[in-house]
């Protein structure tokens, strides 16, 4: 029931395209929903995140979808670039300070010129 | 803001020593930090859950141990690993979490430990 189940496995666009990553979820205790995106080597960072209380977000070219009755969310880039080519990461957990963040499998994205 | 830094961000260690990896928020204060490890190409698998000045929670498997964390102030978290093997050579990342914050933690850059 923790599990957040992530896909697809990897992804290739070209440039200007549109990326899409989807997740799901069980436990509907889970109240935040971040991605993060990791390059290779690196530590992940916080792209984007949504609270359930709303079914969308965005900031600049990324979007959150989120769907509370399907227990899905997903990750849209617009105009994907080749700097965006990394692994994706989503997440969900529950509110609180000592509360775990449990991740999806992860996406690895590749823009191509 | 917002940064966690980690040191070194790599080692390379022989079998049977013990290896310190820090992990320190650099301009906040964070009661909860965690401690991950991440296998090539995979998720994060998270090890265990570092509270300041008390004991750290550890995840079902993982040798307490073996694995010594260490939470002494609102910036520092240690994770030592002892009497290293080969097998426990991986890339260990530790984030942090700010006071009265319930959502967002930070991650460091990652340490890249290997056992030879």
């Known amino acids: 029931q923790q599990q957040v189940k992530q896909s697809p496995q990897s992804l290739i666009v070209q440039k200007g395209g549109i990326s899409i990553i989807n997740c799901a979820y069980e436990?509907?205790?889970?109240?935040?929903f971040p991605w993060y995106q990791q390059f290779p080597g690196k530590g992940p960072a916080l792209l984007i995140a949504?609270?359930?209380?709303?079914s969308e977000k965005k900031e600049g070219r990324f979007t959150i979808s989120f769907n509370k009755s399907a227990k899905q969310f997903s990750l849209h880039i617009m105009d994907s670039q080749p700097g965006d080519s990394a692994t994706y990461f989503c997440?969900?957990?529950?509110?609180?300070?000592?509360?775990?963040?449990?991740f999806g499998t992860g996406t690895k994205l590749q823009v191509i010129p | 803001g917002a940064v966690v830094s980690q040191h070194p961000s790599r080692v390379i260690c022989k079998s049977g020593t013990s290896v310190k990896i820090e992990c320190r928020s650099l301009?906040?204060?964070?009661?909860?930090m965690f401690w991950y490890r991440q296998f090539p190409k995979k998720s994060l698998m998270l090890m265990a859950t570092?509270?300041?000045?008390?004991?750290?929670?550890?995840e079902q498997g993982v040798e307490k141990d073996k694995f010594l964390i260490n939470h002494a102030s609102l910036t520092l978290s240690t994770l030592t690993v002892t009497s290293a093997h080969p097998e426990d050579s991986s890339f260990y990342i530790c984030?942090?979490?700010?006071?009265?914050?319930?959502?967002?933690?930070?991650f460091g850059p990652g340490t890249r430990l290997t056992v030879t």
């Open positions: 436990n509907t205790a889970f109240d935040y």
């Open positions: 997440a969900a957990q529950v509110s609180g300070g000592y509360q775990k963040v449990t």
């Open positions: 301009d906040f204060q964070a009661t909860t």
């Open positions: 984030s942090a979490r700010p006071l009265a914050d319930d959502y967002e933690q930070y």
């Open positions: 949504i609270r359930p209380d709303v």
């Open positions: 570092s509270n300041e000045g008390s004991k750290a929670t550890y």
